[in-house]
């Protein structure tokens, strides 16, 4: 079955500790990309990855890393969380678009990561 | 820096009724506009997307509306059914691949 999976599901957690939200894509996918869903701010994009080894940032990439090593995983990674990065993190990956075709395409998103900093 | 505007941020409309979502960009580089559809407690799941060497496009009771002049495209969806109450948000892509997201219409039809 073709799926995005995200792990930890819900995560508990403390300012300063650091931690990794794990992402995977069965579909082959070159794109991916990380989101932060806030209620009355819709999804901004925090990093995107075009390819193995190829990462931009998005919006709001503070205090975020990530990394693409491989085709499949993109990992987001707080390296000293927060309690203003409490929220429900989306990871999604597409495949490459047509040429000229503009932007990512279909976006398929996993079913998302609820965190909270404390 | 680039921004999607949406609105109304809740809609609610009778069963039956049409329902209109419309988003505003700022970047005119932007040349791929997706919708997509998220339920309660649920990930968001494309429903109809433009590029931008088109006016309109149709699926089923869904169309997207594109006018690149104004940077302003709108969602219509006609003969609205309970299924479809859920948060639609809009986005803008550029050939960059960096997305933005409107700010989600929460949509109501009420039975």
């Known amino acids: 079955e073709a799926q995005v999976t995200q792990n930890p599901r819900y995560l508990i957690t403390v300012t300063g500790k650091k931690l990794t939200v794990t992402c995977s894509q069965n579909?082959?996918?070159?794109?991916m990309s990380w989101y932060r869903q806030d209620p009355g701010l819709g999804l901004r994009q925090i990093y995107y990855?075009?390819?193995?080894?190829?990462?931009d940032k998005g919006d709001v990439p503070e205090g975020y890393k990530v990394s693409r090593k491989e085709k499949r995983n993109f990992p987001l990674i707080l390296e000293s969380p927060s309690p203003n990065q409490t929220s429900l993190y989306f990871c999604?990956?597409?495949?490459?678009?047509?040429?000229?075709?503009?932007?990512?395409?279909?976006?398929?998103f996993g079913p998302g990561t609820r965190l909270t900093v404390t | 820096g680039e921004n999607v505007e949406q609105h109304p941020s809740t809609l609610s409309v009778q069963e039956g009724d049409s329902a209109v979502i419309k988003c505003t960009y700022s970047d005119s580089a932007s040349n791929y506009f997706p919708w997509y559809k998220q339920e309660l407690g649920k990930r968001p799941q494309l429903i109809i997307d433009i590029r931008s060497n088109v006016g309109e496009k149709k699926d089923q009771r869904i169309a997207v509306t594109l006018n690149k002049t104004a940077k302003h495209f709108s969602l219509h969806i006609t003969e609205t059914q309970p299924e479809d109450s859920a948060v639609y948000f809009c986005a803008a892509n550029n050939r960059g691949f960096k997305t933005i997201f409107g700010a989600g219409t929460r949509l109501f039809v009420k039975a």
């Open positions: 999604a990956s597409s495949s490459k678009p047509q040429p000229l075709a503009g932007g990512p395409g279909e976006q398929y």
């Open positions: 579909m082959n996918h070159e794109y």
């Open positions: 990855s075009m390819n193995v080894e190829v990462t």
